[in-house]
């Protein structure tokens, strides 16, 4: 007898069980029903949100590609370019560079760099450099010619004379053979130079 009435229990307990998951199923609909209700009132904000940042982008690609000329890593260009735009070389060209604007050189340029901003360099030159210019040459980079300019911030490698009406510096891994002139010079401990300094 105790046995049966233990089942009855049991399947009361399971039944109770059973309609007080539907009690809490049901309740847990209201609540997904609430929170739907205030995602709507949220919803409309996020549209203005999405256009802002695509707008955002759109600019950022607009600027980036009306005011630079890239030549991508693969390319090789046999002959000079001129250009007013910034400009980004990654591969090689056999031929003199100028721009009226920044130039950032990544591969190589055999031939004359002329610029009126500033000359990035990762990778190498073969001719001379000039202009209104600041031109950094980074660990590893090198230029085979003279520079002529205002600034030269100097870390990598320079074979050939260097005169800079404001200022030069020399970083740690530097290395110049050739001479040097300019109005202030700063020379790194490990920095090498084999040739003359004359401050102005």
Same mark, same amino acid.
């Given at each position: 007898?105790e046995?049966?009435t233990e089942k009855?229990?049991n399947f009361?307990?399971a039944f109770?069980e059973?309609?007080?998951?539907k009690?809490?199923t049901?309740s847990?609909n209201?609540k997904?029903? $609430?929170?739907s209700e *205030?995602?709507?009132?949220?919803?409309?904000i996020?549209?203005?949100?999405d256009k802002?940042?695509?707008?955002?982008e759109i600019n950022? $690609?607009?600027?980036s590609n %009306?005011?630079s000329?890239?030549i991508?890593?693969e390319?090789i260009i =046999?002959? !000079? +370019?001129? #250009?007013?735009?910034n400009?980004i070389?990654r591969g090689d060209?056999?031929?003199d560079v100028?721009?009226? $604007?920044?130039i =950032?050189?990544?591969?190589?340029v055999?031939g004359?760099v002329?610029?009126? %901003?500033t000359i990035f360099?990762?990778?190498s030159?073969?001719?001379?450099v000039?202009?209104h210019i600041?031109? #950094?040459l980074?660990k590893? !980079?090198?230029v #085979?010619?003279? +520079?002529n300019?205002?600034?030269?911030e100097?870390?990598?490698?320079v074979?050939?004379?260097?005169n800079a009406?404001?200022?030069?510096?020399?970083?740690?891994?530097?290395?110049? *053979?050739?001479?040097?002139i %300019?109005?202030?010079?700063?020379v790194k401990?490990?920095?090498? +130079? $084999?040739?003359?300094?004359?401050?102005?």
């Amino acid at each position: 007898m105790e046995k049966s009435t233990e089942k009855k229990n049991n399947f009361k307990v399971a039944f109770d069980e059973i309609i007080k998951g539907k009690v809490n199923t049901s309740s847990n609909n209201l609540k997904e029903e $609430k929170s739907s209700e *205030k995602f709507e009132e949220i919803e409309p904000i996020l549209p203005v949100a999405d256009k802002a940042v695509n707008n955002l982008e759109i600019n950022f $690609k607009h600027n980036s590609n %009306s005011d630079s000329t890239i030549i991508s890593e693969e390319t090789i260009i =046999e002959g !000079s +370019i001129k #250009t007013k735009a910034n400009l980004i070389i990654r591969g090689d060209i056999n031929g003199d560079v100028e721009s009226e $604007k920044d130039i =950032e050189i990544i591969g190589n340029v055999v031939g004359n760099v002329k610029g009126n %901003s500033t000359i990035f360099l990762k990778g190498s030159i073969n001719g001379n450099v000039s202009g209104h210019i600041l031109l #950094t040459l980074i660990k590893e !980079s090198k230029v #085979t010619g003279d +520079i002529n300019g205002q600034e030269l911030e100097c870390d990598g490698s320079v074979t050939g004379n260097v005169n800079a009406s404001n200022s030069v510096y020399l970083g740690p891994n530097s290395i110049v *053979k050739g001479n040097i002139i %300019s109005k202030s010079i700063t020379v790194k401990e490990g920095a090498q +130079i $084999k040739g003359s300094m004359e401050i102005l």
